[in-house]
Nanobody, 129 residues
């Protein structure tokens, strides 16, 4: 059973920073040889949108245009945790942030599609005022 657990959310003022963490527990290594881990967010009344993604094979990264230059997605050295460093936060970054994982080959141009992710975390709230 694969479980993704996020942490690090909170309430901050515009211009400040937060770092989110997502740790993968369970059989993700047996599910995929390598995988794509992504961050999504969902604001009230809006659809879930892809924020950033990273491949565990080669560490290629992908970002939504709205966060390029402000957010950075990284892996830990063991590859079982993913981080989202969020700088210069804006009120429009407010939402519940979710960690998700799927097989590595889906981490290309379609990475923002939430429907292709198999595993999801419970979400962590980020509020920017």
């Amino acid at each position: 059973h694969v479980q993704l657990v996020e942490s690090g959310g909170g309430s901050v003022k515009a211009g400040e920073s937060l770092k989110l963490s997502c740790v993968a527990f369970g059989g993700i290594y047996s599910s995929y040889r390598s995988y794509c881990m992504a961050w999504f967010r969902q604001a009230p009344g809006k659809e879930r949108e892809g924020v950033a993604a990273i491949r565990t094979s080669g560490s290629s990264t992908y970002y939504a245009d709205s966060v390029k230059g402000r957010f950075t997605v990284t892996l830990d050295t063991a590859g079982n945790a993913v981080y989202l460093e969020m700088n210069r936060l804006r009120p429009e970054d407010t939402g519940v942030y979710y960690c998700a994982a799927t097989r590595d080959t889906l981490c290309g141009g379609t990475w923002p599609n939430p429907g292709q992710y198999t595993y999801w975390g419970q979400g962590t709230q980020v509020t920017v005022s």
